[in-house]
């Protein structure tokens, strides 16, 4: 299941986003930095009209959709890196998570006070960022000087070792490790020390919801930043996602089209993590369920049978696939397949977006 950490400042918006993303979390939210001492967790379901409409035409008796797992790890502060604030706790939560949703405050309120004083989403940016940095570059250190003693006898360790050169370079001036170029053996063979700015990252601007629209000059800073560091950025509200959950689906509808938006924060973040991430969706779909699998860009067909269950790519034979739209074109599968639209793909095949598989397999 896909993991995203929220982070941010302590008194940014995290424990009410994250209740608000995860109705049912029980996320102390209160006005007072370190409330969020454990990191509280939650599963959501992936918005996605499509598993309705192909559950309809199966007839199925149950509709599972994908699930990302958010993370509300406590507010980070200058220092975290040396253990300010509990925060070498904090952080190793972070290295547990696929990627991390960076809340910055970009909303005045004189009754929730800013760690800082002020609002600066630039300066807030940039003393996590910072954070992360040290705390990478003290990870860093530390391996290299393992590393040292099995160089000349170990090509891998000199690979290694080259690129955590280049890595720590280019953090000590300000970067991030997600930024730097690797080979894929390169990058395997860092992976194991769970770098936090290697992690991808989506900022989410948490606006009052008169800005939520358009934004602010605050958001308009968090905009520029990312666009330098080539990061996504989403428009959220905290307060209106903690509103969203008392309504049903016309009166959402209404709500956020009367905000001049088209989709709740929820949407927004999980479609940006998917982009980022470069994920995909396939469907199985028959009388018993009909699901929704998320896979990696590129997986081949025995590959995403293997998310499923491990026998099924150990056994693939062959993918029996049609587009979601096709299908719903011809009504039915034996509509598809009268007209010759469900292909019979091998193990070479490239899953799509938006396929609907049955997949044969030897147990």
């Known amino acids: 299941m896909l993991k995203a950490g ?14 608000a993303l995860v109705a049912n979390a029980q996320a102390q939210a209160a006005n ?6 454990e990191p509280n967790v939650g599963t959501v379901s992936v918005p996605d009209e499509r598993l309705g409409s192909l559950a309809k035409l199966s007839a199925s008796k149950e509709v599972i959709p994908a699930r990302v797992e958010f993370v509300d790890i406590a507010g980070l502060v200058k220092g975290a890196s040396q253990g300010e604030g509990l925060g070498n706790k904090f952080l190793a939560n972070i290295r547990e998570v ?21 609002i600066g989403p630039s300066r807030d940016v940039e003393i996590i960022n910072l954070e992360l940095g040290f705390s990478d570059l003290s990870q860093i250190e530390k391996r290299r000087e393992r590393l040292k003693k099995q160089i000349r006898a170990n090509k891998e360790a000199g690979m290694e070792d080259e690129a955590l050169a280049r890595i720590q370079a280019f953090i000590e001036k300000g970067g ?31 606006l009052s919801e008169n800005n939520l629209s358009e934004g602010n ?16 950025v989403v428009k959220v509200s905290a307060q209106v996602e903690s509103e969203l ?21 929820l949407y927004s973040l999980i479609k940006a993590t998917y982009k980022l991430l470069g994920l995909r969706t396939y469907f199985t779909s028959g009388e018993k ?5 998320t896979i990696r860009q590129g997986m081949t067909a025995p590959e995403a049978a293997g998310v499923i269950h491990t026998d099924f790519e150990r056994g693939f034979i062959r993918a029996l696939t ?34 609907v598989m049955e997949f044969l397999f030897n147990v």
Not at 6 to 19: D, M, R
Not at 32 to 37: A, G, K, N, R, Y
Not at 322 to 343: C, H, P, Q, T, V
């Open 98 to 118: 696929d990627s991390i949703v960076h809340l910055v405050r970009c909303f005045d309120d004189d009754d929730v006070i800013h760690v800082s004083g002020t």
């Open 176 to 206: 991030a490790a997600r930024n730097v170029e690797l080979s894929k053996e390169e990058d395997k063979l860092i992976s194991p020390l769970g770098l936090l700015t290697q992690k991808p990252i989506i900022y989410a601007t948490n």
């Open 217 to 232: 000059t605050y958001s308009a800073e968090v905009v520029e930043l990312a666009n330098r560091e080539g990061a996504e």
């Open 32 to 37: 007072f930095p370190f409330c969020t001492i």
């Open 322 to 355: 049609i587009d979601y739209k096709k299908l719903l074109e011809a009504g039915s599968f034996a509509e598809a397949r009268n007209k010759g639209w469900l292909r019979s793909e091998g193990k070479e095949y490239i899953v799509q977006e938006g396929d």
């Open 245 to 265: 959950i008392e309504l049903g689906d016309s009166e959402r509808k209404d709500y956020l089209s009367g905000l001049g938006v088209k989709e709740g924060g």
């Open 6 to 19: 929220i982070i941010g400042l302590p008194n940014v918006g995290k424990s009410t986003l994250f209740n």
């Open 289 to 293: 369920e009909t699901r929704a699998w």
